[in-house]
């Protein structure tokens, strides 16, 4: 069997497909998360950029170890490229400070709110569900909600559907964190910046983990 990529096929649903029909079940945990490794790899490439030195090796020594250490392991090296890439491509996109005066730091309450004010401008989900609430005037139902995603996308978009959900989560989450001034976890704030650009099924896997994140920092804070 040819060695195949995510990249070799028009849709994440084929690559899927190809993954089930062709890969023991054994191997289906790992070789999914080869694609997302490869799908890094093209990203870096897309930019113009060198795959790290340092994650090519890490994958070299990953390929010989065995399951379930060996898919374990490479996941947790696809959340750091992905933490990594996030934030190459967040300091690309931030105009250079020109002169040696350093910027102020802002607050955690500032940090918070530049983000939140970026997703309402940039991230048409997250934008949604903003104008919904001021629409609704913060008197929405969950049933109306539900209705009005399914008019807004169609029923069979459930990859889209479920983001502006996730969206209503973090902006929640967010507000939370604003009125606390609490610190966002390190390299949230550049992972979500750019959530919305990403495709499925890494914007729901980033999603999920970043969600998580925020809920542990809560959580945390509560105990502590």
């Not at 002169?99 to 970026?118: T, Y």
Request: charged letters at 30%.
């Amino acid at each position: 069997m040819d060695k195949k990529t995510p990249s070799d096929f028009n849709n994440h649903d084929d690559w899927l497909s190809y993954v089930r029909d062709n890969v023991p079940v054994a191997d289906r945990a790992y070789e999914l998360a080869c694609g997302r490794t490869e799908l890094f790899k093209n990203f870096y490439g897309v930019r113009k950029q060198a795959f790290p030195v340092e994650f090519s090796m890490e994958v070299e020594r990953i390929q010989l170890l065995h399951d379930p250490e060996r898919t374990n392991e490479l996941e947790s090296l696809n959340e750091r490229i992905f933490a990594s890439l996030t934030e190459l491509l967040f300091n690309q996109a931030q105009p250079r400070i020109i002169g040696a005066e350093a910027a102020v730091p802002a607050s955690p309450r500032e940090q918070v709110a530049e983000l939140f004010d970026h997703l309402a401008k940039k991230n048409a989900y997250f934008a949604l569900w903003l104008a919904y609430e001021e629409a609704t005037g913060g008197n929405s139902n969950a049933e109306g909600w539900e209705e009005y995603l399914r008019r807004e996308f169609g029923p069979d978009s459930k990859d889209d559907i479920s983001f502006t959900r996730a969206m209503v989560q973090l902006g929640k989450l967010l507000r939370y964190f604003r009125d606390k001034n609490l610190p966002l976890p390190k390299y949230f704030f550049e992972r979500t910046w750019f959530l919305h650009y990403l495709k499925e099924p890494e914007r729901a896997l980033q999603t999920r983990a970043l969600l998580g994140t925020l809920a542990a920092e809560i959580e945390g804070c509560a105990s502590a």
